[in-house]
């Protein structure tokens, strides 16, 4: 089928709101935060009870709507230095014009907000305060070293404390979950910051590289890979992660390998390389949940 100018036009377009947007991140979390609930928040839940839930899907919905208006602002204060860093991205970003992407901002944020009310009053005001930090982040923080870093690392997560506090599960084991994702996320900032040296240097970001250099950064970045170890013990050998433990085991090896590189990167690419890896550990994470329990869904349908 032959595509006309006007749909190639539109078509461009929609790939270009889905990069600024990052439709792939915003994916995972959405498959991250149901299988929390199905495996380790509400692991007492039948599949149906699950999926089934207005009010988990308004929170699901919610989160999704708050990180795409979150990229958006993010991408609007960042269009300069993405120039720099991401040259051919920023292209495809700038197809779709910047009041386009603050309006559907502001469309997203309210629409969030609105799913939020369907739950309780608590979760407009959880959202409303979760908007406010994305924003506040994208405008001064993110400039800052330490605060930016910690302050991304914390709205990254702040997703899933929505679900974790619908289901008021406080055992121990998700806490010391929440604080492996928590530093290796924490990891994949500062590296994602080497990363963009030189654009934050143009812009006038005061990150840690810039601020501190980038052996220190090295130092940090070391420091926070033998910290990961620590939740990873936790889950290996105090508590019953079943099959999940493999994922452990691998995420362990790979801090090993990034740390090793890690001192051997001098270049953009190096760096590009080691964030690819936290990324893999991520998402794999992600989905090795699933190992927790590999008969779970069979026996809760």
């Keep these: 089928m032959k595509i006309n100018r006007k749909q190639k036009h539109i078509l461009l377009k929609f790939f270009s709101m889905f990069s600024v947007v990052r439709g792939y ?12 609930a199905i495996y380790i928040l509400a692991p007492e839940k039948s599949l149906r009870e699950v ?14 709507a708050t990180i795409a208006s979150g990229y958006i602002i993010n991408n609007f204060y960042d269009s300069e230095k ?7 991205k920023s292209m495809l970003d700038r197809l779709v014009s910047q009041n386009t992407k603050l309006s559907l901002y502001f469309v997203l944020n309210f629409l969030a907000v609105v799913m939020a009310s369907y739950v309780s009053f608590n979760a407009v005001i959880f959202f409303s305060i979760y908007i406010f930090a994305i924003w ?4 001064k923080l993110k400039k800052m070293p330490f605060i930016g870093n910690l302050t991304s690392a914390i709205l990254t997560i702040t997703p899933f404390f929505a679900i974790f506090m619908y289901y008021k599960n406080f055992e121990h084991v998700i806490f010391v979950h929440a604080a492996f994702l928590f530093l290796i996320i924490s990891m994949r900032e500062l590296t994602k910051d080497l990363e963009n040296i030189k654009g934050d240097l143009v812009q006038n ?3 840690i590289p810039i601020v501190y250099g980038e052996n220190v950064s090295k130092v940090m970045l070391t420091v926070l890979a033998f910290l990961t170890t620590i939740p990873a013990y936790f889950l290996l050998f105090r508590y019953q992660v079943s099959q999940m433990a493999y994922f452990f085991y691998l995420s362990v090896i790979l801090l090993f390998i990034f740390i090793v590189l890690l001192w051997a990167s ?3 690419t190096h760096y590009l390389v080691l964030h690819n890896i936290l990324k893999f550990i991520i998402v794999a994470g992600v989905f090795s949940i699933m190992l927790i329990n590999i008969n779970l869904l069979l026996n809760r349908i």
């Design 205 to 207: 970001y005061q990150t």
């Design 51 to 64: 999926f089934f839930d207005v009010n988990l899907l308004m929170l699901v919905l919610a989160s999704a």
């Design 266 to 268: 001098k270049t953009k």
């Design 82 to 88: 993405d120039l720099i860093n991401r040259p051919n």
């Design 136 to 139: 506040f982040y994208s405008h």
């Design 25 to 36: 991140n915003i994916l995972i979390v959405i498959i991250a935060q149901y299988l929390s």
